[in-house]
């Protein structure tokens, strides 16, 4: 079966800082993974996605994360967070033999100025 | 704007009044998908639709009904709703393949009194 466990319910950074949001995985199959992010009052929107091409995944916003097979990980980061980030942040592993997917249960993320 | 629409996007019921949630996507995907978020919890799925004329329980079915009315639209009836059922509720739609991913609607905060 597929899971997801994302590591840290809530993650504060000061703006300019390293964000790193971790999320690890388990996987019968090759996994397709899959980070969302939700601002506040509003849906979940596609950041990224790893799908068995490059292990090094970048999206929107400056936001990248890489899958590394041996650490069952996904971790997204972002080199300098800015106050716009702020969010909740969602893993997601895509279930076998169907279109659903697993989600984490999120990390908020905060920015302080 | 192609996407994902949902209806209403706010809501309050008071305890045993019906209503029904509405979604419709113009991506000609064949999934789509009923979530619950709720704090601290995640995303939860209440039920699912493969394809038209298909639908199928996820992990918090109790108290939901759906209907995929064809290929566009999917919804979400709560026939005698209770206060734990608060809640903001989002419909998702994905193509077929597991390294699709979901396209999600903006979300009903629904509240039962």
């Known amino acids: 079966a597929q899971s997801v466990t994302q590591l840290g319910s809530h993650v504060s950074v000061s703006e300019g800082a390293l964000v790193l949001l971790r999320c690890n995985y388990s996987?019968?199959?090759?996994?397709?993974l899959f980070w969302y992010v939700q601002y506040p009052n509003q849906g979940l929107q596609l950041l990224l996605k790893?799908?068995?091409?490059?292990?090094l995944v970048k999206g929107i916003n400056g936001f990248e994360a890489e899958f590394k097979k041996s650490e069952t990980s996904f971790h997204l980061t972002k080199p300098s967070a800015h106050m716009s980030d702020a969010a909740e942040y969602f893993c997601?592993?895509?279930?076998?033999?169907?279109?659903?997917?697993?989600f984490g249960t999120g990390t908020r993320l905060q920015v302080f100025p | 704007n192609a996407g994902v629409t949902q209806t209403p996007k706010f809501q309050v019921l008071k305890t045993g009044q019906s209503m029904t949630l509405q979604c419709a996507q113009d991506?000609?995907?064949?999934?789509m998908y009923w979530y619950r978020q709720d704090p601290g919890m995640g995303l939860r799925l209440i039920y699912y639709?493969?394809?038209?004329?298909?639908?199928d329980k996820g992990e918090v079915p109790n108290g939901y009904n759906v209907s995929r009315l064809n290929k566009r639209e999917f919804s979400l009836r709560l026939e005698s709703a209770a206060p734990s059922q608060t809640s903001v509720y989002f419909c998702?739609?994905?193509?077929?393949?597991?390294?699709?991913?979901?396209?999600f609607g903006s979300g009903t905060r629904l509240t039962v009194v």
């Open positions: 998702a739609s994905s193509a077929r393949g597991r390294d699709y991913g979901y396209t």
């Open positions: 996987s019968s199959v090759p996994p397709y």
């Open positions: 790893y799908t068995s091409a490059a292990t």
């Open positions: 997601a592993v895509s279930a076998y033999n169907t279109d659903k997917l697993i």
């Open positions: 991506m000609n995907h064949n999934s």
């Open positions: 639709s493969a394809s038209e004329g298909t639908t």
